[in-house]
């Protein structure tokens, strides 16, 4: 193990690590394994973990190719379960892996769990614009959404809100509380429910955070995964496609991670290509009119993904000590919501900015 990282290991996961690979017949040594932390996850710390093994030739095409065994460690971020019943969110990672979407769950430990390698890359940035791999992620999407799975079939998003709205304000400064306008946001949540909860919506099971970085696909069958369930929940579908295309300003793997470029925000064709993939996965025929009220649906709930992921970042900012500035990213946020408020819901809605 390297040195430098062996001690971020806790000694409960090396205990789960050891017995794995004194389960695996080609790991001659146990522990000699070696460990890379992965980059550009921001609510949890993920390592990769490797051993070589035996087999370090194989016939024909890939002689000579180094073999190696694999899993994760994920190691929860401190005070992240302000955001999320962690309880919840194992079932939901074990439900997921029974009906095949997902990674296994291998082990866990207090402040963590080991996971399955999926023999996959993790999309880039770019990746979300590709209009090939858009495509499979919208099919994937859809599949997704419409999974049976366990638990109240309510939507979760006004709750969440208002419930980290509490939690935003427990932690700020006035001086933070003021430049966020806290006080508002009560207020602006509830006008956002009382528009968007009317009849003749699609509720599905949402990821509700849909980056690049939790999506993964295979190389060779291009079959798509989605992966870390921490967030997901009931929501309407509309919700999961505004925050992924909010994602698309996002490049979590630059030196300035938590800067945004909202320019990169799909253009109408962009989105509307996306949901005539996604309405039409499943054997449907959708109609125009269908198109254009879920892509009207979208540009309303990307307000309340910049709400979400503003009081997100103001939180984290207090509770997580992963380095990235989650108080820069929450003010982008909010500053897209407040300019982008009065095109998508009239004038007379904005009196803050």
Not at 72 to 97: A, H, K, N, P, Q
Not at 302 to 318: D, M, Q, R
């Amino acid at each position: 193990m390297v040195a430098a990282l062996e001690t971020k290991i806790p000694k409960e996961a090396r205990r789960i690590l050891h017995t794995l690979a004194s389960g695996w017949e080609d790991v001659s040594d146990t522990r000699a394994l070696e460990v890379e932390q992965l980059k550009g996850a921001m609510t949890n710390e993920v390592y990769q973990i490797k051993w070589p093994t035996d087999e370090s030739k194989g016939e024909g095409e890939g002689e000579g190719e180094e073999k190696e065994r694999k899993v994760l460690v994920r190691i929860y971020g401190e005070g992240v379960d302000v955001f999320f019943d962690r309880e919840v969110e194992i079932r939901t990672f074990e439900c997921m892996s029974r009906q095949g979407q997902g990674p296994r769950l291998l082990g866990r430990f207090p402040n963590g769990r080991v996971e399955e390698f999926i023999n996959a890359t993790t999309l880039s940035a770019g990746d979300l614009r590709d209009p090939e791999i858009s495509a499979l992620i919208a099919a994937k999407l859809r599949e997704f959404h419409d999974l049976d799975v366990p638990g109240t079939k309510k939507v979760q998003l006004w709750d969440r809100l208002r419930n980290w709205l509490k939690t935003a304000q427990s932690l700020s400064s006035s001086s933070e509380a003021e430049e966020f306008h806290l006080a508002t946001i009560e207020e602006e949540i509830t006008t956002l429910e009382n528009l968007l909860s009317g009849e003749n919506q699609r509720i599905g099971f949402c990821h509700n955070d849909l980056q690049y970085g939790n999506i993964m696909m295979d190389e060779e069958t291009r079959q798509i995964t989605i992966i870390d369930y921490e967030y997901a929940s009931f929501n309407p579908v509309a919700y999961d496609l505004a925050n992924h295309f909010c994602e698309m300003a996002a490049d979590y793997h630059t030196g300035i991670p938590h800067i945004l470029d909202f320019s990169k925000y799909p253009g109408l064709e962009e989105r509307k290509r996306f949901v005539q993939i996604y309405l039409s996965s499943s054997g449907e025929i959708c109609s125009d009119t269908e198109v254009n009220n879920l892509l009207e649906f979208i540009e309303k709930y990307a307000l309340a993904s910049h709400l979400s992921w503003g009081l997100w970042g103001i939180i984290s900012e207090h509770v997580n000590e992963i380095d990235f500035d989650y108080m820069e990213y929450a003010r982008q946020r909010f500053q897209q919501y407040w300019s982008r408020k009065p095109s998508i819901l009239g004038p007379s809605s904005c009196s803050m900015g």
